[in-house]
């Protein structure tokens, strides 16, 4: 993994880069995000916040639960981050937004007790009905 990792969305209007190695990355299965998303699954880069800079624009930020928010594009829609406002030390990134998402692949699934039925989970990474070791969504 090449550092600073950069990414953005759609459009192209709201850009950030992380600075340091993410803690982990991960799956989330839960309703909030396929909701969020409109995908049934959403793979989540979590890292310490203050190696997280935005570079370009402004996101929207949307109050998804007493707890957290998230932070999406306002012109494209494009989800970007999910913060806990309880762990304002770290955020998640959604991995699919870095200009090159391949060089890193998520360890777990998370919220598994949520996923959509007919979607068939293809790999052997560890799975967690909730909340995985050290995960925020």
Request: proline share 9%.
């Amino acid at each position: 993994m090449n550092l600073p990792l950069e990414g953005g969305c759609l459009c192209g209007r709201v850009r950030y880069r992380v600075d340091a190695v993410p803690h982990r990355a991960d799956y989330c299965h839960c309703r909030m995000c396929q909701r969020a998303s409109g995908a049934p699954v959403v793979a989540w880069l979590t890292m310490a916040s203050a190696e997280f800079t935005w570079t370009a624009g402004e996101p929207a930020v949307y109050r998804s639960s007493p707890g957290a928010e998230r932070l999406f594009c306002p012109h494209c829609g494009t989800p970007l981050v999910f913060r806990e406002l309880a762990a304002q030390d770290s955020l998640d990134v959604t991995l699919a937004s870095l200009d090159d998402p391949a060089g890193i692949r998520p360890g777990h699934h998370i919220w598994t007790s949520s996923r959509i039925a007919w979607f068939e989970i293809a790999d052997d990474l560890p799975r967690h009905p909730e909340r995985g070791p050290g995960s925020s969504d």
